[in-house]
């Protein structure tokens, strides 16, 4: 069996490594070898974004690199089918595996469908409700073709139900991400906090403070929808810089993205100046599970964080109207709460979360196997 598995953006790869780990321990001890090839569409290239991660997780080089970079949705998806169709018609692949919910995902199951090529998607069914955001879109198109629907939680496998997706096409498998966390967390808990801070600084001439005894918040903020209008941003820039920051300091890894945004509503200064934040370049896999480990609150936009938060029990602040992971939510368990973007809804919650303690929680099959469940379902996939 020959399978191509695509990331293009950083939450793929914590998703991609183990499920590369999964096929090289079944060529160790199968006769039935799996030929793979690992497609890099290349949209997210810099070092802070994509390779650092490479070398972290151990995940071998790609085999191919599409170059796609960055663009408009259209530039991006229209870049990659060009460039992925002629690796499928180049490889012939069995399947093509995609993950999660990025630009990547949607074009690579796109192209390979009309390839006629089985496609796999891990992490399917998640469902935000929102088809404003990119990311839903990219869900929905590539669910609806996908041969083999791999789910994290039984929420997800509703969402699919409902669509008409079922049967066998369909498999609870747990959530992936979690094998990496699960894999990588002893290599983070030895990392020193202000080790990683002065490492990963981002403002080379503001004195670092030494936070080995202070309560510390992380915060991470990259979807358009938070950091694409000053009317949004300002707000949340304000509430961080005063209340925010008079309770704790505030480590904000920031994404390129959020920085040319804060530039280009002169706000940048104003947080780069800001005594108590504390401006991080892009960090790694193990310096941000560090970060997440001992952090007092989280604030995020992420989905992966959410999830992240969950299992390590970090409150969380999600700062969306809504969640294609409601099993991260309080109410279903989880560490997180919806507090979209209006600085009045954020503060109420922030003040009341500083309050909790750390809960980790355990959703079912969140258990560091779910790798090896990906790739059984693949190799025991019968077509009617
Ligand atoms: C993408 C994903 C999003 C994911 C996020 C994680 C889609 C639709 N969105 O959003 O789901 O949560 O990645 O980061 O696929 N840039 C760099 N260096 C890079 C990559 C990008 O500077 O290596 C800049 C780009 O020039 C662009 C901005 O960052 O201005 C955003 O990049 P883009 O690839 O459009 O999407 P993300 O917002 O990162």
């Not at 080995?212 to 915060?219: A, D, L």
């Not at 919806?338 to 809804?345: A, D, F, I, T, Y």
Request: glycine share 6%; aromatic share 6%; charged share 30%.
């Amino acid at each position: 069996m020959k399978i191509i598995s695509v990331v293009g953006a950083r939450p793929n790869f914590m998703k991609i490594a183990p499920f590369i780990k999964a096929i090289d321990k079944h060529n160790n001890t199968s006769t039935e070898k799996v030929e793979h090839l690992l497609v890099h569409t290349g949209q997210h290239y810099d070092d802070r974004m994509s390779r650092n991660f490479f070398e972290a997780l151990s995940i071998p080089d790609a085999d191919i690199h599409l170059g796609i970079g960055s663009g408009t949705h259209a530039e991006q998806v229209g870049k990659t089918m060009i460039e992925f169709e002629k690796v499928l018609k180049a490889e012939k692949p069995d399947w093509v595996v995609v993950v999660g919910d990025v630009n990547a995902t949607l074009a690579c199951s796109v192209t390979a469908k009309k390839e006629h090529v089985k496609v796999c998607h891990i992490e399917a069914g998640l469902r935000s409700g929102d088809i404003k955001m990119p990311e839903e879109v990219n869900r929905l198109v590539t669910d609806r073709l996908s041969d083999l629907l791999l789910t994290p939680d039984k929420l997800s496998g509703k969402n699919l139900e409902l669509e008409g997706a079922s049967g066998k096409s369909v498999k609870f498998v747990g959530n992936i991400m979690i094998d990496t966390l699960e894999e990588q967390r002893e290599r983070a808990v030895h990392l020193d906090i202000n080790e990683l801070i002065q490492r990963n600084s981002y403002n080379t001439d503001k004195k670092i403070p030494d936070i080995s005894n202070e309560s510390y918040g992380v915060m991470t903020l990259h979807r358009p929808s938070n950091v694409d209008h000053k009317e949004i941003f300002e707000p949340i820039i304000d509430f961080l810089t005063s209340e925010v920051s008079e309770q704790l300091f505030l480590i904000w890894p920031i994404h390129p993205r959020a920085v040319k945004q804060l530039k280009s509503f002169d706000l940048f200064e104003k947080v780069r100046s800001s005594e108590k934040v504390i401006l991080l370049h892009p960090i790694g896999y193990h310096d941000m599970l560090r970060l997440n480990m001992s952090a007092k609150i989280m604030l995020t936009d992420s989905g992966g964080l959410q999830e992240e938060c969950t299992v390590l029990g970090t409150p969380c602040l999600t700062l969306r109207w809504n969640t294609e992971r409601p099993v991260t939510l309080r109410e279903h368990g989880g560490a997180s709460v919806l507090v979209g973007n209006n600085s009045k809804r954020i503060r109420e919650e922030f003040h009341h979360t500083m309050k909790l303690d750390r809960k980790p929680l355990r959703p079912e099959l969140w258990d560091g196997k779910t790798a090896g469940r990906c790739l059984e379902a693949i190799l025991r996939f019968t077509e009617d």
